[in-house]
């Protein structure tokens, strides 16, 4: 993983787009309509793992020793698993039920425990970005601009509070569509 990350003489660490194939072409494969999941959802949803990892984890320690780690890489592995099972399975059209049952209830709990990871993650590292600045430019510069990483990832953090309602009604009302009401199977 580590290896994603090209290190500029004196400068930060600059992402490197190949290691994110796998995130991309999720993507992309929303956005043509090759899996049944929005666009945005999955834009969303992969843009915070590949901040979590490039922007957050591979950038400070405080974030490799936060307790939230733990909880994203447990939610995460068993969400991908899951998913990808049930795509697998889908390709050729024998879906087991009790994995569709899987593929769309087990976000009520990993849904919740991976953002909870993510901001435990995210809060555990903002002292160590303040410290070494990093991805901070202060004025004057020959662009004339500022920012500040620190308070940019603290505005990313809020923004969960609003988003996460968003995403994960939309997952609810998946999940009705997909498995139905209670009320209509006992009818």
Known sequence: MYKSIIFVVGGPP??????????RAAVVHSLLGLVSSGFMVVLMQVYSRVFLVFGVLLL??????????PLCVFA???????RYAYYG???????PPPLTFLRYSTFLVLYPL????????MYHSLEEVAEKRLFT????????????????????????????PVLFG????????VLGSSKQKTK
Not at 60 to 69: D, E, N, W
Not at 89 to 95: A, D, G, W
Not at 170 to 177: A, G, P, V, Y
């Open 14 to 23: 600059v992402f490197d787009w190949r290691a994110a194939r796998g995130p």
């Open 60 to 69: 400070t320690h405080g974030a490799t020793v936060s307790p939230g780690l």
């Open 76 to 82: 995460w592995s068993v969400t991908e698993i899951i």
């Open 89 to 95: 399975f889908n390709l050729i059209h024998l879906i």
């Open 114 to 121: 991976g953002i909870t990871g993510e901001l435990l993650c």
């Open 137 to 164: 430019a202060s004025m004057p510069n020959e662009w004339n601009y500022i920012f500040n990483y620190q308070y940019f990832m603290i505005a990313y953090m809020l923004l969960y509070i609003p988003l996460f």
């Open 170 to 177: 939309h997952m609810l009302s998946q999940r009705k569509k």
